[in-house]
């Protein structure tokens, strides 16, 4: 029926769609969501921290898990325990970056917890709480209540003004750490606030797209635009449309076809994204080497086997 | 069950006792084989830094059990389809290989997700009941049969009799990439391999454990071997110990207190590794060279 209309005629289609408070809160959260996913994401990738990312995100579940196993507030459960790893991820590795194994290692030891919060949580209240499990695990963005979605708003507008507001010389920090740290700029220092903004973002983007889905929004709008520019401004905006564009479309297409969970069509419009780019980059040929790569090559420091 | 089994002061009895269910001395031969192919595995995976892509290949094994459910099909299909699918979209995203290692990094955080996301589409659409979908992430060690210890160790003599095939060039590929390919190894064919290698064992293992338990034991003992010593011998030797030894006790544990395997499991592996990190902390005198870079 809604699917006819839209067909028919799209602005009524998405009018009718807007006048429903369930959707118009995903909307607003998970465009708050998105700004911050696409911008922390671009510095994720060009820092070589996507795994960081992915761990934050299993984090996520067992901080959730942990909260409703002891009933206190969901959020405070997730913020905290995202934060907390994020920090204690960068104190283990040097220059506030920790090696991959370290993050593999202290992750897998989170979801062996998460798992048995889960076993805990399942068992002491019946087969609603295993529902809550999967919510945790793969987002409930149409279950939002208004408070919640400006809630999201806030927060993703605080992480903002402090991603904007370090920008500048975490990009330097980020591209070339040794010239940055002679500079005078605090490596260390930002390579911890930048840790806790993306503690921050996940435990926000696990609320619309769920715990194991959240790397997705962080890695593939990031991807997708250092594939197209090296110019990274104008990478970071294209980062964070291609997230807004996911989360807009991804919702839409749920809306329109109710079987599909807005977290796959989310993920399924950001990976299609991913996969154009790739496609346009490779047949336009432009050497789109990622900045810090062009600058590593440029440097006369070999990165690694590619470059040989 | 109508006595739930009590543990006592006789450790040899308490022992005896976990052989008593045809179910648990199942659950021991599976954890064993699964425990040394992940070891032997995580070894090289550790040593090459692919923790990441490794995993992303453990969990891809939900979306191919997902997709097999709801096509009707057997689940081994979707678990190697999706394995050995994921493998080759790394394999080509590292042998294209311009963009460097934060390239490759986004590629497999996109695919980590789309394939999890995928999963949960599969599962919505089977109409699964969430108890599956759970199994499914987290695994669980009970209702092994006989027949599948048997197709669980034919494919871990497969594999690991690829690895031991591969074993010495992939060795040096994996310490000096460089060196290597000037020698005349085929470094990039061998990355290949090793991806291919990585994910049919762990959607081999997923079956029976779950993506979660996968992952644990490939990185956790040999991240705490790394740690203790450099010579790779001993390394290796090391790394089948620990994950043979915590696999065992978890299920001992998970037998006797019903908590979950992956807990215990982890638990255990995580103790180890943090007694290695704080044992390698206070003997500075020599610092472990870094193995891979």
Redesign the interface.
């Known amino acids: 029926m809604t699917v006819l209309l839209a067909v028919v005629d799209p602005l009524s289609g998405i009018g009718t769609m807007l006048s429903q408070p369930f959707i118009r809160n995903a909307f607003i959260a998970s465009t708050a969501i998105a700004l911050i996913a696409g911008l922390a994401g671009y510095f994720l990738?060009?820092?070589?921290?996507?795994?960081t990312?992915?761990a934050l995100g299993h984090v996520a579940f067992t901080g959730a898990l942990a909260a409703l196993l002891f009933g206190i507030d969901l959020r405070a459960g997730l913020f905290a325990a995202t934060v907390a790893v994020a920090l204690l991820l960068g104190s283990l590795g040097s220059r506030g970056r920790a090696?991959?194994?370290?993050?593999?290692?202290?992750f897998?030891?989170v979801?062996?917890?998460g798992?048995?919060f889960?076993?805990l949580f399942?068992t002491s209240g019946g087969?609603g709480n295993?529902?809550a499990?999967?919510r945790v695990?793969?987002g409930s963005i149409f279950g939002l209540d208004g408070g919640q979605a400006w809630t999201a708003v806030v927060i993703a507008a605080a992480t903002l003004v402090v991603l904007l507001g370090i920008a500048r010389p975490l990009l330097f920090a980020s591209v070339d750490e040794a010239v940055a740290t002679a500079r005078g700029v605090p490596v260390r220092v930002l390579g911890y606030i930048f840790l806790g903004l993306v503690g921050v973002t996940a435990a926000e983007a696990t609320q619309a797209?769920?715990a194991?889905?959240?790397?997705?929004?962080?890695?593939?709008p990031?991807?997708a635009a250092?594939?197209l520019t090296a110019r990274p401004y104008r990478a970071m905006a294209l980062s964070a449309s291609f997230a807004l564009l996911s989360v807009w479309a991804g919702l839409t297409i749920s809306y329109a076809v109710g079987?599909?969970?807005p977290?796959?069509s989310?993920?399924?419009v950001?990976?299609a994204i991913?996969v154009a780019a790739l496609t346009w980059s490779i047949l336009t040929t432009a050497?789109a080497?990622?900045l810090?790569?062009r600058m590593?090559a440029r440097g006369g420091r070999?990165?690694?086997?590619?470059?040989? | 069950m109508s006595a739930a089994p009590q543990i006592t002061w006789n450790v040899v009895a308490d022992i005896r006792q976990l052989f008593d269910y045809p179910f648990m001395v199942n659950a021991l031969r599976a954890g064993t084989i699964v425990a040394v192919v992940a070891a032997l595995i995580g070894w090289f995976m550790?040593l090459r830094?692919e923790?990441?892509a490794?995993?992303t290949l453990a969990?891809v094994s939900f979306p191919g059990a997902s997709a097999a459910i709801l096509l009707g099909i057997a689940p081994a299909y979707g678990y190697f389809g999706f394995a050995v699918l994921a493998a080759m979209v790394f394999a080509v995203a590292?042998l294209r290989?311009?963009?460097?290692?934060?390239?490759e990094?986004?590629?497999?955080?996109?695919v980590?997700?789309?394939a999890?996301?995928?999963g949960?589409?599969f599962v919505?659409?089977s109409h699964e009941?969430?108890?599956g979908?759970?199994a499914l992430?987290?695994g669980s060690f009970l209702g092994i049969s006989n027949s599948d210890v048997i197709v669980l160790l034919a494919g871990a003599v497969a594999t690991m009799g690829i690895l031991a095939l591969v074993a010495r060039p992939l060795f040096f590929a994996s310490i000096d990439?460089?060196v290597a390919?000037a020698r005349g190894v085929p470094?990039r064919v061998l990355a290949v391999v090793f991806f291919l290698l990585l994910g049919v064992a762990t959607a081999e293992a997923s079956q029976i454990t779950g993506s979660?338990l996968i992952?644990?034991l490939l990185?956790?003992p040999?991240?705490t071997a790394?740690r203790l010593t450099a010579r790779p011998g001993v390394s290796i030797v090391i790394t089948v110990v620990i994950a043979l030894l915590v696999t065992w006790i978890g299920l001992a544990l998970s037998y006797y207190n019903n908590?979950?395997i992956?807990?215990?499991?982890?638990?255990l592996?995580?103790g180890a590794?943090v007694l290695a990190y704080v044992f390698q902390a206070a003997a500075r005198r020599v610092p472990v060279a870094g193995m891979a870079r």
């Open positions: 990738v060009l820092r070589g921290q996507v795994f990312g992915d090696d991959d194994v370290v993050i593999g290692s202290v897998a030891w979801l062996g917890l798992v048995l889960l076993s399942t087969s295993g529902a499990g999967i695990l793969f797209v769920g194991l889905l959240v790397l997705g929004l962080l890695a593939a990031a991807g250092q594939r079987s599909w969970p977290s796959f989310i993920l399924a950001a990976t991913y050497p080497w990622p810090r790569d590593r070999a990165g690694g086997p590619n470059e040989a | 550790v830094r923790a990441f490794g995993h969990v590292t290989g311009n963009g460097g290692r934060t390239e990094s986004a590629i497999i955080g996109t980590q997700a789309f999890l996301g995928a949960f589409l919505s659409l009941n969430v108890t979908a759970q992430l987290f990439p460089d390919a470094v979660l992952f644990a990185v956790l040999a991240a790394e908590y979950p992956g807990f215990h499991v982890t638990s592996a995580f590794y």
